[in-house]
């Protein structure tokens, strides 16, 4: 039986209190829970496996990035599998005037998955822009320019007057 | 209300309720798996090539060693972790590191960045300590595939002193003889693919390639890499070093 190593503890803490925010971070860029517990799950692993080697300040980065990363490694897996870059159809208001749910995932799912983690880290996340940067090995001015693009594209889908009133209703 | 306020406020709702979750138990087990594994990958790369490691192939099962290597770092500072996804200098003062990478990633477009790219020599199951990589025998670079795990190992010529697989599938190639050899732990459960080439000077670069599976048949279909692909990467005459 081996010896459990030194460092092990803090791994377990650090999974008690990371585990909830990262699958809510891989769910935004997947679209999917069960693909999004895989991808954290792989992360973890790996996290297992370098976390003697991880600068004590730099874990939650370390982390977010392992799994924005594996994510990225699924998404293309997916993409071989299925064609999953259409773009989600647009909602309408239904027959009596409610506007049907609007379904963000869908809308998310019509970008690159480099634009949906734009989008998870800076929004969910509440990352700042060079936080991102650093998280996507992407320069700081691409991550202002894909973050613009990104909302353009989902307030294509989503900022109708319609969906902006429903989305209040909502509340 | 803008896009931006539109946007937070539906992330947070879609994602407010999570389903699922990764199991704590089973990261630290496949954890220390993993790390037991690449030890024993290493070593058993050694011991096929008949340096002498020891119970090597018997260090890849649940009760491996939970501290491999990397226990040394606990006694001071840690380097820095490889950021997975992102161009690393897994060992810094040298490029051999980076061209190793940089060699694997352009034969293997398919599999991931490297866990690991480290230092080592003929006694040593495991990594160097990274200071210490002017004294390498050998360079190795771990990866951790979809089925498993990919090794590559390149090394002098002192390490090997002239061997030859006498066990393996052998032909000449160009500047020297290309092995094939599979097999499998002591249990059964994991298996090698290995792909090793010896040039006419010595040097040498072997490639292995684990698959989890119960037997040899299984473990073939799984395979991620091909033989051809891996014999390119393995006659690349990039993959080589000297002494600085």
């Excluded at chain 1, 064609?83 to 909602?91: I, K, N, Q, S, V």
């Excluded at chain 1, 996340?125 to 613009?148: C, W």
């Excluded at chain 2, 810094?92 to 790219?117: N, Q």
């Excluded at chain 2, 040097?203 to 599976?213: D, G, I, L």
Aim: glycine share 8%.
């Amino acid at each position: 039986m081996g010896r459990t190593p030194a460092w092990e503890g803090a791994y377990r803490e650090f999974f008690v209190a990371r585990q909830r925010p990262l699958m809510r971070t891989a769910y935004a860029i997947l679209g999917s829970w069960p693909a999004a517990e895989d991808a954290v799950q792989t992360a973890f692993t790996q996290l297992y496996v370098h976390w003697p080697r991880i600068q004590p300040g730099a874990v939650d980065t370390y982390a977010r990035r392992t799994v924005v990363h594996t994510c990225f490694r699924m998404a293309r897996k997916q993409g071989r599998e299925t064609a999953t870059d259409r773009l989600p159809e647009r909602h309408v208001a239904g027959p009596e005037g409610r506007v049907e749910t609007l379904d963000l995932m869908q809308a998310l799912a019509g970008l690159a998955p480099k634009a949906r983690a734009v989008v998870a880290l800076r929004f969910l996340d509440d990352l700042p822009v060079a936080e991102v940067a650093l998280v996507l090995d992407l320069p700081e001015g691409t991550v202002k320019s894909q973050t613009a693009r990104a909302l353009d594209r989902l307030q294509a889908v989503l900022a109708t007057p319609e969906a902006i009133e429903g989305a209040r209703r909502d509340r | 209300m803008t896009v931006e306020q539109l946007v937070r406020d539906q992330l947070e709702r879609a994602t407010r309720e999570v389903v699922g979750g990764p199991d704590l138990a089973t990261s630290i087990r496949a954890g220390r798996r993993r790390r037991a594994t690449r030890v024993g990958v290493a070593a058993a790369a050694v011991a096929v090539l008949g340096l002498g490691a020891v119970g090597a192939r018997a260090l890849g099962g649940d009760d491996a060693p939970a501290v491999a290597h990397d226990a040394r770092v606990a006694d001071g500072p840690a380097p820095a972790a490889p950021a997975p996804g992102a161009p690393v200098d897994f060992v810094p003062g040298t490029d051999v590191d980076d061209t190793m990478a940089a060699v694997v990633a352009e034969h293997l477009p398919t599999i991931p960045a490297p866990d690991d790219v480290y230092p080592s020599d003929g006694k040593t199951a495991g990594p160097l300590p990274d200071s210490e990589f002017a004294r390498a025998q050998d360079w190795q670079a771990a990866y951790t595939t979809d089925t498993g795990g990919f090794l590559v190992m390149m090394g002098l010529p002192e390490e090997l002193g002239g061997w030859r697989c006498r066990d393996c599938d052998a032909h000449q190639v160009s500047s020297g003889t290309l092995y094939h050899e599979t097999y499998s732990t002591d249990d059964g459960r994991t298996w090698w693919f290995g792909t090793y080439f010896v040039g006419d000077d010595g040097h040498f670069v072997n490639a292995f390639e684990s698959v989890q599976a119960p037997d040899q048949q299984s473990a073939a279909r799984q395979r991620q890499l091909s033989d051809s692909d891996v014999e390119g990467l393995v006659e690349d005459q990039r993959l080589s070093f000297s002494r600085p």
